[in-house]
C-alpha cells in the first residue's frame, strides 16, 4: 500500500485573527475542517499536524490528528515558507520513526471549505502521472493577467505584465481569445516526497492540476472572511465537514417551532423584589409572521419555562404556545403536536439556542440554531442565523424564508 501523509501546518502566531487555527468556525475549531478532509479520504494512510503550539496540538488530538512532534520556533515565524516545516517534518519522521512516505498532502486549515472527493482526486492524479512532481489545487482566475500592468511610478509609463504569442496587445483583446488562466488555491497540494527531498521543492518542475470548482474558493485572512465563508457553510453546498451534513431548507415548509428563551427573548430575566420575573424580546421579530401565516406555513412556540409570560408574549406575536414541557420531554411533544397537525417533520422546522433543544433537532426537518447558541448546538444545526436570540433572529429567519429563490 502506498504510505500517504496528510500534513497540516498550524503555526500558534496568527496576527490577523488571533489563535485562528482553533477558533470556532461553524461549530468546530478551524484545523478540524483540514483535519476531517485527511481522515475522511479512502487513501491517506497518515495524518499529522506541525505546529508549535501546544494548544493546538491538543486540539488536533482531539480531533483525529498526530501530533508527534512540536515545529521548532524558528520555522513559525510570520515570514516562515512551507518548504522548510515540510522538511523538518519528513526528516524528524525519517530519523525518529524510520517512517518516510511516498506522497504528502498539504491542507492549509486556511482552506476549510472543500468538494468531498478533492483528497482522493489530487492524489490519483498524481498517482497516475509518473512525471508528476506535484498535483496543486487551481480554479478559474477572477482577474486576467493578460489585462495587467506593471506599475513604474505615478509619472512614469506603464508596462503591460504579460505577453502573448500572435496577440500584439492582449491588454486590448476581447477575454475570449485571450488564453485561459488559473488561480492557485490553498485548498490540497499532493507532492511525491521524493520532490521535496532531492529537489528542495514544494511543487518541482511538473504540476499537474486539480480543477476546483469556485464556489470552493475561499482563504481566511480577515474577520469579515470568518463570517463570510460561515455563511458558504450554511449555503447547502457539498463539502467535507467534521460533523454530519447539513440540510438544505425544506421546499415545502408547512409548520415552524421555536423555544422560547435564547429565541424569542435574548436569555435574560429580570426578576423584582416580589419575585416577578420579566423577559426581554425585540419587536422586529413579529414584522413577517402574519405574512408566513397567510401563507400557510404555522407557527408554534415550544417553552420548558412555566412562566405565563410566554403564553403572553406568544399571543402578542400571534402564535400558539405550549410552555412548562420538562426538559427532557421536548422531542416527544414535538412528536405528539406534528401527530396531531398532520403534519410530516421533513416540512418543519425547529429553532433553538440550548442543549434542552436538542431532542428537538432529531425530530425536525430543518434545524436552526441563533447566533448566540451554545456550541453543540451550533454543530447540529444545519443552518446558524447571524442574529442574536431576542435580537431579530425571528425576523432574520422570517427573511430567509420568504426570500429565498
Known amino acids: 500500500m502506498t504510505e500517504i501523509l496528510a500534513l497540516i501546518p498550524a503555526r500558534g502566531g496568527s496576527k490577523g485573527i488571533p489563535r485562528k487555527n482553533i477558533c470556532s468556525f461553524a461549530g468546530y475549531p478551524l484545523i478540524a475542517w483540514s483535519i476531517a478532509a485527511a481522515k475522511q479520504s479512502s487513501l491517506v494512510t497518515r495524518v499529522i499536524v506541525s505546529t508549535d503550539d501546544e494548544e493546538i496540538a491538543a486540539v488536533a488530538r482531539e480531533w483525529g490528528a498526530e501530533t508527534p512532534f512540536l515545529r521548532p520556533p524558528e520555522l513559525a515565524q ?23 512516505p ?58 503591460p505584465l504579460l505577453a502573448v504569442d500572435g496577440i500584439p496587445e492582449p491588454y486590448n483583446a476581447p477575454r475570449q481569445i485571450l488564453p485561459p488562466v488559473y488561480w492557485q488555491t490553498g485548498h490540497i497540494d499532493a507532492i511525491r516526497v521524493a520532490t521535496i527531498v532531492n529537489k528542495q521543492s514544494l511543487t518541482g518542475d511538473v504540476i499537474y492540476p486539480l480543477v476546483i470548482d469556485p464556489q470552493y474558493t ?71 409572521i402574519k405574512t408566513l401565516r397567510q401563507k400557510g406555513i404555522e407557527m408554534l412556540i415550544l417553552s420548558s419555562e412555566p412562566n405565563p409570560v410566554v403564553a403572553a ?10 410552555h412548562g414541557v420538562g426538559l427532557q420531554d421536548k422531542g416527544r411533544v414535538m412528536r405528539d403536536v406534528l401527530e396531531q397537525k398532520k403534519i410530516e417533520a421533513e416540512n418543519v422546522v425547529y429553532v433553538g439556542n440550548d442543549l434542552n433543544d436538542l431532542p428537538c433537532f432529531e425530530v425536525g426537518g430543518w434545524n436552526v440554531a441563533v447566533a448566540d447558541a451554545y456550541p453543540e448546538v451550533i454543530r447540529a444545526a444545519d443552518y446558524v442565523l447571524t442574529k442574536n436570540g431576542g435580537h431579530g433572529a425571528i425576523r432574520e429567519l422570517c427573511e430567509l424564508i420568504l426570500n429565498r429563490p
Not at 518548504?83 to 517512517?99: M, Q, R, S
Not at 423584589?273 to 413577517?288: N, Y
Open 313 to 322: 408574549r406568544a399571543k402578542k406575536i400571534g402564535m400558539e404556545a405550549i
Open 102 to 159: 511516498e506522497v504528502v498532502v498539504q491542507l492549509r486549515p486556511t482552506s476549510p471549505i472543500r468538494p468531498k472527493t478533492m483528497l482522493d482526486e489530487a492524489i490519483r492524479i498524481l498517482l497516475n502521472h509518473k512525471d508528476a512532481d506535484c498535483v496543486r489545487g487551481v480554479v478559474p482566475a477572477a482577474q486576467n493577467p493578460f489585462k495587467m500592468w506593471r506599475f513604474n511610478g505615478e509619472e512614469k509609463p506603464l508596462n
Open 78 to 100: 510570520d515570514k516562515t515558507t512551507d518548504l522548510p516545516v515540510f522538511e523538518h517534518a519528513l526528516k524528524w519522521l525519517e530519523d525518529v520513526e524510520g517512517y518516510r
Open 218 to 288: 475561499v482563504d481566511i485572512d480577515t474577520l469579515p472572511d470568518w463570517a463570510k465563508y460561515e455563511a458558504l457553510v450554511y449555503s447547502g453546498l457539498e463539502m467535507i465537514s467534521p460533523g454530519a451534513s447539513r440540510r438544505p431548507m425544506p421546499e415545502h415548509i408547512k409548520m415552524i417551532i421555536f423555544d422560547f428563551d435564547g429565541v424569542v427573548t435574548d436569555n435574560l430575566v429580570l426578576t423584582d423584589q416580589d419575585g416577578r420575573e420579566s423577559v426581554r424580546a425585540s419587536r422586529s421579530d413579529s414584522m413577517h
